[in-house]
């Protein structure tokens, strides 16, 4: 006989008083964790009609070579577990694509792992070297992965808020501040976190940042994590600095980047990570507990169709392209458009339409106006309110007008 629904009820209320605390409150890992602003905004978005320039991906397709590459792997049958590290062919590929872009020579068997895409890649580096009472420097505002991995590992996190740009100068964006990166470093510093292209603000590090990256983690034990996702989303000609590219940091950092945004596929969730072998040895202990391996056929297709590099070359070019034509439509309204080096985001200061915090004005910018964007305020540990929106313009042109027409109604 099957137990009665209030004996079920009553176990669980067992099992929750056998995890409470003192208090008789649950004790949430997470306990300030709710839904994503991204899946809020997105199901925002869908239930109002509005145009989703929040959550980024694209609304367009992605290369039908691409899915035939995939299609094919599927009826040769390969759909069984791949490797934990992935397949060895994409790792090939993978080696060969990152000693192009950036001159730098990972060994495929035991410095590049594919992974279940970028965050799972961040979260795995994370817990697979950082220990309770550590510190993770964050740069901040900082996607909103980093922030709960570092509190699953025990570590606290100490956020060095950016350099914002000064209200009314549009050729200014942010900066990393440096020298308070350096000044908040402690004997318990076990990793630094770094973005470039950067979500959300879209800094693009230079050589110059890289070189007082290597200033400060010089003589140290310090972990660098580089998150590089946007890596072939840079624009007017500048060239992506990678971690991987200077020796001294290539040795102690692990370097993420993501198959799913370079070749439009984001729903695929298929990265990967290049780390020395002492920190791949750490890295693969854990990724083989937390997703053991990648999908085989998805793997298969993208080292197929990795043996034409143009469809990463062009991509700068691609989004150049819209980000041009989203800017461009947004000039003469009363937003004031923060430059975009890199990413498929554009951020905008809203403040001289409006005072409401920007959360508020987010949801009142969707409901009211019918275009949804994400509020810079939750990239913060503690929210703060500059009056700041990301947009994202990895759409359709048409998708891209419709906002601007919108848009233009402020």
Known sequence: MLPSRSASLSSGAAVQDAFAGANGVWRSRLPEAGPTIFSTMSQLAQETGAINLGQGFPDFASDPRLHAAVSAAMHAEQNQYAPAAGLPALRRAIRVKTGELHNADYDADHEITVTNG????????????????DEVILIEPAYDCYLPAIRLAGADAVGIPMLAPPAGESELGFRIDWPAVGAAVTARTRMIIVNSPHNPTSHVMQDADLDQLEQIVARTQIIVLSDEVYEHMIYDGRPHCSVSQRAMLAERAFVVSSFGKTFHVTGWKVGYVLAPPSLMREFRKVHQYNVF????????????YLADPAPWRELSAFYQYKRDRFRQGLANTGLRLLPCAGTYF?????????????????????????????????????????????????????????????????
């Open 346 to 410: 554009q951020t905008v200061d809203y403040s001289a339409l409006s005072a409401l915090p920007e959360v508020a004005f987010a949801e009142w910018l969707t409901c009211e106006i019918g275009v949804a964007g994400i509020p810079l305020a939750v990239f913060h540990r503690t929210p703060v309110n500059s009056g700041l929106i990301r947009f994202c313009f990895a759409k359709e042109n048409a998708t891209i007008d419709q906002a601007i027409e919108r848009l233009q109604k402020l």
């Open 293 to 304: 391996c990648v999908n085989t056929p998805m793997q298969a297709g993208i080292a197929a």
């Open 118 to 133: 970028a965050s799972q890649a961040i979260f795995t580096a994370i817990l697979a070297t950082v220990h309770p009472g």
